[in-house]
């Protein structure tokens, strides 16, 4: 009765086990998971698993913490497949045991030199039991039981359910192996829709002349304006304390968003007559209408990319004004993006500085008294005062 019971515990943790894998696209969680579950589980001293890994074509070694666990030297965390536990398992003609599994007490100490090598294997790894995960033909996993904490032998009801969730773990690696490479293939497509649209963006500049370079300055600009926010009063991290605690990374990631959506602020300015983007006189109202839609133009193009949630903002609330009556939303204050704020500066001073179609271009000082003047008016205070301090120091 007390064996019934206890296989009933093994096939519900299994089973609750094989749930919860399935939903880990990480395989490095995903193998912490599954030792976690073995040693609990059958009550093991500790348990390690080989899993192979496609880009080195290898086997990687994870162990759990045990008190008798691997005597495997460090740094010896990967292993090819001439290893003889990888030969016996993929070798039909090697399976004298058969292939569910393989224990330490079956292998004698004969002359036969392969037993004699998957024995040294076991000594290895301090195991008992060695259990293999197969997805078609391939060997994926192979699971080194350690010693029971009863110190008694694994029963053959207990093997089964081994090899029954070695599938399920076999089944749980593929799809963390799928997502992850799904996530690279669209990092890779990120970064070749990135480069269309730089070459969008150029394609704009090269179209008028009076955009030429305005781009990359004023990404330059932003990202000095950026800098120095940091390091004179902490606005970076202020205004990123969504979450907890603002990690280097975060900065990193918010850096490079910024840099991003300061090279696209203008693209939907692709969607703009050309007449009205080089017109010479004074814009009249329905065309001033016409260009204020390149902001949402421009979100409308890059929304189609997911990670492009923040780099969107700058590009969508880049006419903002701080006291609400920008464009194209009319938001104010603190509820502008960040993101948009930055540029909105950068922007400003690179239009102030240069030729336009309509005037020829203010001098740097004219434009510093007009970006200083606008604060809390058209700009964010704290942002004009890390441009002008940037000023100061030469970065402008
Ligand atoms: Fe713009």
């Known amino acids: 009765m007390e064996t ?8 519900e943790a299994l089973e609750k086990a094989a749930k919860q894998m399935i939903l880990i696209h990480n395989v490095d969680i995903l193998v912490k998971m599954i030792l976690r579950t073995v040693v609990r589980t059958l009550r093991l001293e500790h348990v390690s698993i080989l899993v192979y890994d496609k880009a080195h074509d290898a086997y990687v070694v994870h162990s759990s913490r045990g008190k008798a666990g691997l005597k495997i030297p460090k740094g010896f965390a ?6 003889p536990v990888i030969q016996y398992f993929t070798d039909h003609n090697l399976q004298v045991f058969g292939k569910d599994y393989l224990l330490f007490s079956q292998l004698k100490d004969s002359q036969d030199v392969l037993q004699q090598e998957l024995k040294n ?17 391939r060997l994926v996993c192979a699971l080194f039981l350690g010693e029971k904490l009863e110190k008694i032998d694994f029963t053959s009801d207990e093997l089964g359910f081994m090899s029954a969730l070695s599938s399920d773990v076999v089944m749980a690696i593929q799809n963390a192996n799928l997502f992850q490479d799904l996530n690279e293939q669209l990092l890779k497509n990120k970064n070749l829709f990135l480069q269309t649209v730089f070459a969008l963006s150029s394609a704009i500049e090269a179209k008028d002349q009076y955009m030429q370079g305005h781009t990359e300055r004023v990404t330059r600009y932003a990202l000095v304006i950026a800098h120095n926010l940091m390091r004179s009063n902490q606005v970076i991290v202020d ?9 280097d990374a975060d900065i990193k990631k918010f850096l490079e968003n910024l840099r991003i959506s300061a090279m696209l602020h203008d693209i939907g300015k692709i969607g703009i007559p ?6 010479k006189l004074e814009l009249n109202d329905l065309e001033r209408e016409e260009i204020k839609k390149h902001t949402y133009i ?53 239009a102030m500085t240069t030729d336009r179609p309509y005037r020829v271009a203010l001098t740097k000082e004219k434009a510093l ?27 402008i």
Do not use: M, W
């Open 4 to 11: 019934l019971e206890r296989q009933k515990d093994y096939k």
């Open 78 to 83: 990967r292993i090819t497949n001439d290893n």
């Open 121 to 137: 294997q076991f000594l290895l790894y301090n195991a008992k039991a060695c259990i293999p995960g197969f997805f078609r033909e």
């Open 239 to 247: 205004n990123l304390k969504v979450i907890d605690k603002v990690t």
């Open 274 to 279: 050309e007449a009205i983007l080089n017109k």
């Open 298 to 350: 421009g979100a409308k193009i890059l929304s189609e990319v997911n990670e492009f949630y923040e780099p969107v903002l700058g590009v969508k609330h880049h006419h903002e004004r701080y006291d609400g009556t920008g464009y194209p939303e009319g938001l104010a204050g603190e509820k502008i993006p960040f993101i948009a704020r930055i540029i909105s500066v950068a922007d400003a001073y690179d």
């Open 369 to 395: 008294l007009i970006i200083e003047a606008g604060k809390s008016k058209q700009f964010d205070a704290s942002i004009v005062d890390a441009f002008l301090l940037a000023y100061k120091k030469g970065e």
